[in-house]
């Protein structure tokens, strides 16, 4: 087993970076604290035997792999890193997983996307210890300041300036490695390296089954505890609960979505017989939807990057207008809050909700204009299917003012100018009227 120069790097950081933690006054009690808090999630039965399963999951993988000549001891360390780096984040965010497809494209991201393709052919070209501790030590803060700035949209600039700055570090890395393969092409070993990274694929890929269930399992025990909650906080009937879990059929998405109503109705069931034929409703159910939403979205596919109207009078590419709209919306609220208590309007970046803006682009591009008095603005957005949107209010804080076409708005909200309506007046546009944009229920 041995440990690449960034390998050891990192672990000496790492190392340090606790050793500063526990022994600066300032830091050891916060973070004794959080240790402590983080054993007690940690150290409860369940979450203790899934790990154990994990781990004994992991190690029968690559005894079996070793059987047929795809493992030896000589890729121990980049198994190890497999288990721990890539696999055992991905089974620890295992309730966040909604489908077995959600977590298939999770782990291809992981282990074969560009970010990690890149990473593998920059870790052929190491550096001596020294230079590895001096490049990480650069680059914490860098992505750090990234991750800091890129969800400010006052500090954008420094977001990009820090971006820019860390592309051109991964130039030379890459420019870099190039040269030190290119100079060791005799010495370099290329089959070990090509089958250390054979096992950074196909061991997390390896390790889906075993994540699915711990997913699986996860989502029907909330489940249960939910029927409890809608059964006086008594545990339904064993065959109430037991047909519950048959009527999932295995299904991650199943289990993930059933709430709501579903759960209430379900409570109330006392037969197995009952329950199993109301649990048939509910996939049916589910279906309905998922093909309800691959409807949708083959028609946006379909209707990418198509400028112009239907039949019905409506904008064909539909990317982002619902988002769009509820931002908007959500921006004019506001506005018309401050003007009541200011007696005049602002631009600051509070009107932009963080909710709405975490379903558009990092770059929004929604633009706000401010009269010069103060008493009348505007905001607008292009979506990424090319037509535009727009709210907006006047020094009358009850007209609700709203606009949409195909082109940008030309000035401040007023009867008459093109696109703007009052919905305290009119009725909504077409555009903004229309509930087929609406996200679908899940069930």
Known sequence: MEFSNREIAAGLLIALGVILLVALPKTRPAFLKGLVHVSKALFQWKLLLLFVLYFAYAVAIVAFAGTFGWWDTSLLSVTILA????????????????????????????VVGITALMITYLNLGEFPIWGELILQLLLMPIVALIAFTSHMPEARKFARFFEIVLGLIAIGLLISTTVTLMSDTRTFDWLYELRAFAVSVWLPIALIPFVYVAALLMQIELGLVRLRMHNKQLPPPIRVRLALILGLRGSLRNASRFSGLWITEMAAQRTFKGGLAFMKRYREAVKTRVAEQRARDRQLRERTGQRGFDD?????DRREFYETRELLDDMWCTQTAVFRNRKQYVNEPFLLSSFHLKKLPKDHG??????????????????????????????????????????????????????WVDLAVSEKSQEWATTRDQPIRTV
């Not at 949107?389 to 804080?397: T, W």
């Open 83 to 110: 288990v721990l780096v890539t696999g055992l984040p991905i089974f620890m965010n295992a309730h966040n997983y909604k489908t077995g497809s959600d977590l298939i494209g999770k782990v291809v991201r992981e």
């Open 312 to 316: 019905a009078g409506m904008w064909l």
């Open 366 to 419: 929604v633009r706000i204009m401010l009269a010069k008095n103060n008493h009348a603005w505007y905001a607008w957005r292009e979506t990424a299917g090319g037509y535009y949107f727009g709210s907006g209010g006047s020094k009358d804080v009850d007209a609700k003012w709203r606009y949409d076409g195909a082109e940008p708005p030309s000035g401040f909200p007023r009867p008459g100018l093109r696109g």
